[in-house]
T-cell receptor, first 111, second 117 residues
Framework: GESVGLHLPTLSVQEGDNSIINCAYS??????FIWYKQESGKGPQFIID?????DKRQGQRVTVLLNKTVKHLSLQIAATQPGDSAVYFC??????????FGGGTRLMVKP | GAVVSQHPSRVICKSGTSVKIECRSL??????MFWYRQFPKQSLMLMATSNEGSKATYEQGVEKDKFLINHASLTLSTLTVTSAHPEDSSFYIC?????????????FGPGTRLLVL
């Protein structure tokens, strides 16, 4: 069936470096994607979203890139900080505005 | 804006009892709310979609008689786990959409940790 998945379950980066978290999706009809950050014991926090008519969208220290040709989504975090340590999920909008979540990537920031 | 709260944040109950979890949108109206369950080190799994004033739509494999959902107003949805058993222990998270503004984006509550003894 259609699914959203991630390449790397864990990513460890040095504080100050840039982080790139990747996500592959299989439903070519998907037109809306969201990245969420989830800290331990908390609910997911909205980070940034992108529609399929865009290739790139920037926020504060974060950038989402969408490559529809290869059905790939990425989240870039600039100057990664310890507070960025969390699990990051990509999500894909389905019919009825339901979301399908990827498996998650744990980002660990080393001081 | 777009703040969602849940109550309680943690609950411990005995096997066989029922537990009610509340989900509230604090500063917006949410025609649609979603309920998820998350087991340790796993992703979020959608349980049901809750629409104000109508019956909830449950995902395949989720027992509607066990997980009762009531969406009584545009700011409140409740999930009741009936006759809870240890295997129901999990992290339950709700989300809500600002239906009138941006229906695609779900804003999540802080979650409720349920432990059934």
């Amino acid at each position: 069936g259609e699914s959203v998945g991630l390449h790397l379950p864990t990513l460890s980066v040095q504080e100050g470096d840039n982080s790139i978290i990747n996500c592959a999706y299989s439903n070519s009809a998907s037109d809306y994607f969201i990245w969420y950050k989830q800290e331990s014991g908390k609910g997911p926090q909205f980070i940034i979203d992108i529609r399929s008519n865009m290739d790139k969208r920037q926020g504060q220290r974060v950038t989402v890139l969408l490559n529809k040709t290869v059905k790939h989504l990425s989240l870039q975090i600039a100057a990664t900080q310890p507070g960025d340590s969390a699990v990051y999920f990509c999500a894909e909008k389905n019919a009825g505005n339901m979301l399908t979540f990827g498996g998650g990537t744990r980002l660990m920031v080393k001081p | 804006g777009a703040v969602v709260s849940q109550h309680p944040s943690r609950v411990i109950c005995k096997s066989g009892t029922s537990v009610k979890i509340e989900c509230r949108s604090l500063d917006f109206q949410a025609t649609t709310m979603f309920w998820y369950r998350q087991f340790p080190k796993q992703s979020l799994m959608l349980m049901a979609t809750s629409n104000e004033g109508s019956k909830a739509t449950y995902e395949q494999g989720v027992e509607k008689d066990k997980f009762l959902i009531n969406h009584a107003s545009l700011t409140l949805s409740t999930l009741t786990v009936t006759s809870a058993h240890p295997e129901d222990s999990s992290f339950y998270i709700c989300s809500a959409t600002q239906t009138a503004v941006k229906p695609e984006t779900q804003y999540f509550g802080p979650g409720t940790r349920l432990l059934v003894l």
